[in-house]
């Protein structure tokens, strides 16, 4: 067992799987000697030289671009777009090429590329710095949509995201980035599979569904509410697209109240569809309505005003009351 | 500033061109090409067929059978002309007008009609001919094309890219990055532009005010300007920039000047925004009636050569429109397939619910 941060986590699994397969590349802006503006890839280069690990021209569209070229010709590269604000430029290729050519070429073309993306708010940052674009991305049929809440998950899942054949957008819970944990780093037999939600903290009155950083956010607001005498029971989905709907539903019918719960704007964000599939699931055994905590419609706000605009422990108990109250 | 508004019949200054449309071979000093009989020969059969097979495309549109279709009409020489400069191993980013750089990478043309007609989207393995799936996005392959030549790169091999566009595409995001990408990277690319003047309605004038080959510089290479009705020129001018590339010099990118003869694509009406003399002026510059002459003029080829070529095009015609309608429909659960190359729940679900639903009305 080793202690690492989320970062290093990251770190550590793409150094795994740049060791295990020589096909493996990074790309992205700063990655190379810098290592990255959060050091995310920091020594890579220094191992693994600059043909795998490649600081590229600053633009967006580029790295997406060139990764497709460079799966298609055998290689798994891995970008880091450096902040979830700016991964816009590389949307239409994310988007138009790397979703779809799979299907294009009716199964002939795999793209094994991996889009990271540190996401989220809470660090005080400037604007563009703080966003959560996933439901772009789980709305993108032929994207794989995961998001990794912690440093076990960050080390086993990135590795996960490298060997998978479909190509996955990968978002990074920023502001958890210098958290740690014990990993075993010897044994991957205990790894849940990519593509499954995970039971965080069992409970039997409230399901919280989050995933990223609101994952410690709801594990905060569970140990809170045991004060109260309520016992609520947290998921990481970990897996937005594919999701794991056997485990959500099991636990939705089983509680009867479910409380989302993301960064992202509640308007159109994902957990409008998982309120909508729960709901249209397990219509009888709810208590009341699918509750929904998140950011507000309204652009990312100044920093002074991002602890207004995040889902905290008191909104999450405050939906929790609401859930309650039907 | 230099506005190009040599679109027309005056040949534009700084013109490679090897044969002129009177099917006069003419000098270079830095292009030539020695071409046997026989290949002379080759290549005016690869341009008759390629233009035959993109008639009976349009017909087959015009009758209902596509849904649409993008002609080549006066581009053969500049697709077949670098289409034939092309190894077994080097890879071409087609957009999605590059039906005569399919031939010469020896795709069925059936299977270019599969995405015009509705079936599919892209119908064969671009691994198989080294020819990519057409891309119709505008310029979004040329950054596929540069990653694929970083990859030769990484691989050690002797390989180039060509990555094709058109005029229009040179004003697009990714063609520019990809340029940067390439020159910064040295990669093994061949960046060739088919300036056809019209972006469907759009001139040159509306997407830059220097020649299109002029840009190069500002990326740090070669940029050449081909007579795009020229097959040898094509041809030499495109293998010599393969060569460099494989040989580790870095992108060159091509401006084959030619002209979109016919419309954009089927839906589109040219007589809105151009005048037909203009038409007529480049329809004497025909990229396959000046090798005609040439073949002629130098008694390379005799009459019942002509008609050889001509017989087998007019079969290869029939072949092309009886094997589009034989075509078989997708299934309808086809719609789920190769979405994903794993094993992907939200499918699953779909496709079994849809197939459930389905079955509800055979009972």
């Avoid at chain 2, 080759?42 to 596509?66: F, H, K, P, T």
């Avoid at chain 2, 030549?149 to 058109?166: H, L, N, P």
């Amino acid at each position: 067992m080793t202690v690492l941060s989320l970062s290093k986590a990251l770190n550590e699994g793409m150094r795994k799987a740049m060791e295990d397969d020589p096909k493996v590349l990074i790309m992205g802006e700063d990655v190379g000697k810098l290592g990255g503006v959060f050091r995310v890839t920091d020594g890579l280069q220094k191992d693994f030289g600059e043909d795998r690990v490649i600081d590229t021209p600053l633009a967006e569209s580029g790295i997406v671009g060139t990764a497709i070229g460079l799966a298609l010709r055998g290689y798994r590269p891995v970008c880091e777009i450096q902040f979830d604000g700016f991964v816009f430029p590389a949307a239409d290729q994310i988007i138009t090429q790397l979703a779809k050519m799979p299907m294009r070429s009716l199964g002939a073309i795999k793209l094994p590329v991996v889009v990271r993306i540190p996401c989220g708010g809470g660090i005080g940052a400037v604007e563009h710095h703080s966003e959560s674009p996933e439901a772009y991305f789980t709305h993108t049929a032929g994207l794989r949509v995961i998001a990794c809440s912690n440093p076990a998950d960050a080390y086993a899942m990135i590795q996960q995201a490298i060997h998978c054949d479909d190509p996955v957008i990968f978002f990074e819970p920023k502001r958890r980035y210098w958290e740690k944990a014990e990993i075993d780093t010897t044994d991957t037999g205990w790894w849940t599979p990519m593509d499954r939600a995970k039971v965080v903290r069992a409970g039997d009155d409230v399901t919280l569904l989050a995933y990223g950083p609101m994952v410690k956010t709801c594990l905060e607001a569970a140990t809170a509410a045991e004060e109260d005498g309520r016992s609520l029971e947290v998921i990481d989905l970990r897996s937005l697209n594919p999701l794991d709907a056997p485990l959500v539903m099991e636990s939705a019918r089983r509680t009867g109240r479910v409380v989302v719960v993301h960064e992202a704007p509640v308007n159109s964000g994902f957990g409008a569809e998982l309120a909508a599939r729960i709901t249209e699931q397990c219509f009888y055994h709810l208590e009341s309505p699918v509750l929904r905590v998140g950011g507000f419609s309204t652009p990312y706000p100044p920093s002074k005003l991002e602890e207004h605009y995040l889902p905290d422990l008191d909104r999450v108990l405050d939906a929790v009351d609401r859930a309650f109250g039907f | 500033m230099t506005v190009d508004a040599s679109r027309g019949a005056e040949a534009p200054p700084e013109l490679v061109q090897l044969l002129t449309p009177e099917g006069e071979r003419v000098e270079h000093p830095d292009y030539d090409i020695d071409l046997t009989p026989e290949e002379v020969r080759s290549l005016y059969r690869d341009l008759v067929l390629v233009r035959r097979i993109d008639l009976e495309a349009v017909a087959l549109q015009r009758q209902g059978e596509l849904g649409i279709w993008a002609s080549l009409l006066g581009q053969e020489a500049a697709q077949i002309g670098s289409g034939r400069a092309l190894t077994d191993t080097d890879m071409a980013f087609p957009t999605y007008r590059e039906h005569g750089v399919a031939w010469c990478r020896d795709v069925d043309p059936v299977k270019l009609l599969g995405l015009f007609r509705g079936v599919n989207h892209g119908g064969w393995d671009p691994k198989e001919h080294n020819f990519h799936l057409y891309t119709i996005v505008i310029g979004s392959q040329t950054l596929h094309a540069v990653g694929y030549a970083m990859g030769i790169q990484r691989d050690d091999a002797t390989a180039a890219t060509i990555a094709y566009f058109g005029d229009g595409a040179t004003s697009q995001g990714d063609v520019n990055e990809s340029f940067i990408w390439a020159s910064v990277f040295n990669a093994p690319i061949v960046f060739f532009c088919q300036n056809n003047q019209w972006a469907i309605s759009e001139p040159l004038e509306k997407q830059t005010r220097i020649p299109l080959y002029r840009r190069a510089s500002g990326f740090g290479f070669p940029g050449i300007r081909v007579d795009g009705n020229d097959v040898f020129a094509c041809l030499a001018v495109t293998r010599q920039a393969l060569k460099n590339a494989r040989e580790g010099q870095g992108p060159t990118l091509i401006e084959a000047f030619t002209y979109r003869m016919g419309a954009h694509t089927t839906t589109d009406d040219p007589t809105r925004y151009r005048v037909a003399s203009e038409l007529e002026a480049w329809k004497l510059k025909d990229p396959i009636e000046r090798v005609k002459a040439y073949l002629f003029k130098n008694e390379l080829a005799d009459q019942e050569f002509f008609d050889s070529v001509d017989a087998e095009a007019e079969g290869l015609g029939a072949d092309l429109r009886s094997r589009c309608l034989a075509m078989p429909d997708p299934g309808p659960l086809d719609i789920f397939d190769h979405v994903y190359a794993e094993p992907h729940a939200l499918m699953d679900e779909e496709r079994a619910q849809y197939a459930a639903y389905l079955e509800g009305f055979e009972r």
